[in-house]
């Protein structure tokens, strides 16, 4: 008789089904394979899956699989897992750890379902790859990039996985971009993120603090619909510069262009004073480090079951799933 393993896909960054970002999750995954969690992630198809096993250094072990690989931290995933173990009464509104690829994380679950993850400490770095270069790459012109170039750098930065980041003038050229994939891919690569978050503070709602697209082609992700990680990067590199003197929580919105709006809030605990690069400009973005912020952003969430059943699994060092 096969195996079977119960899996949910759940929409996360959104209280309504079919919107924010869809993730995988296989709550009991103490005993599965690579092979099989990968599978497992190719089948279902989400951007990720999320995989709850246990843990000797945390409350719970999170692995998270793409349709191609294996990835160090997902925030949708995180909520979605999370949002699940609470639907289940698996767990109660509470504070938990976690241990992921990146280390132990703290996530907070209330007791209206949100779920609150806290990232790494973010590393903000200032970038320079050619702004024609990005702009072709993104298939927008290079005005909507070098408007706001001159106070917000293009940069990488990460808390946890890292992006890219891109600031574009307005939403209407936030709108336009068509981007090359294989050249996107290219610049994560040459600046050593695995992804890129375009953003504006243009939004559709009034209450939002910006509008965000994030491309994912390193990952096998063309356009990801809301994504935890860049938000708490996009927003942890936006209080670096002193962009925002708004309260927490800073709200994130994506997906649109996707149909599957979404929200992500984000606590960065208080404004940040710019820093200074302790090494010398170089123009090549190698020694122009800003470094690690101390305070750590935290994202959070709402999620939706949409769909939950019994997966057969393929054997361990089998390549596909049999029967959904």
Do not use: K
Request: with cysteine; proline share 8%; net charge negative.
């Amino acid at each position: 008789m096969s195996e079977t393993r119960r899996v949910q896909l759940v929409d996360a960054f959104t209280d309504e089904p079919m919107a924010g970002n869809p993730a995988g999750v296989v709550t009991d995954a103490r005993d599965l394979t690579d092979d099989q969690m990968g599978a497992i992630a190719a089948e279902l198809g989400a951007s990720e899956t999320a995989f709850v096993r246990p843990s000797d250094a945390a409350d719970r072990r999170l692995r998270y699989f793409s349709p191609e690989r294996e990835v160090d931290l997902c925030g949708h995933a995180t909520v979605a897992a999370l949002a699940a173990l609470y639907d289940r009464a698996q767990v109660t509104a509470d504070s938990y750890t976690v241990e992921t690829n990146v280390g132990v994380l703290d996530v907070e679950v209330e007791p209206d379902g949100t779920v609150w993850l806290t990232q790494s400490p973010p590393d903000i770095r200032p970038v320079d790859p050619d702004v024609e270069a990005v702009a072709d790459a993104l298939g927008i012109e290079p005005p909507a990039l070098t408007e706001v170039g001159a106070d917000l750098p293009l940069s990488y930065a990460s808390t946890g996985f890292p992006f890219l980041l891109v600031p574009v003038s307005y939403f209407e050229q936030l709108s336009a971009v068509d981007p090359d994939l294989d050249a996107v891919a290219d610049l994560c690569e040459s600046v050593g993120a695995e992804g890129l978050y375009a953003f504006t503070f243009d939004t559709l709602e009034g209450g939002s603090t910006l509008h965000g697209r994030a491309f994912v082609p390193v990952a096998g992700i063309p356009e990801d619909p809301v994504t935890g990680t860049a938000s708490g990067a996009v927003c942890a590199y936006l209080r670096h510069h002193g962009a925002l003197d708004e309260p927490d929580p800073l709200v994130c919105e994506q997906g649109h262009f996707l149909d599957r709006p979404g929200r992500v809030l984000v606590r960065t605990g208080h404004p940040a004073e710019p820093a200074t690069g302790d090494g010398e400009d170089t123009g090549d973005g190698e020694n122009d480090s800003l470094g690690a912020d101390p305070t750590a952003p935290t994202v959070g969430g709402q999620a939706v079951t949409v769909l939950d059943g019994d997966l057969t699994l393929p054997a361990a060092d089998g390549d596909d799933i049999i029967e959904a």
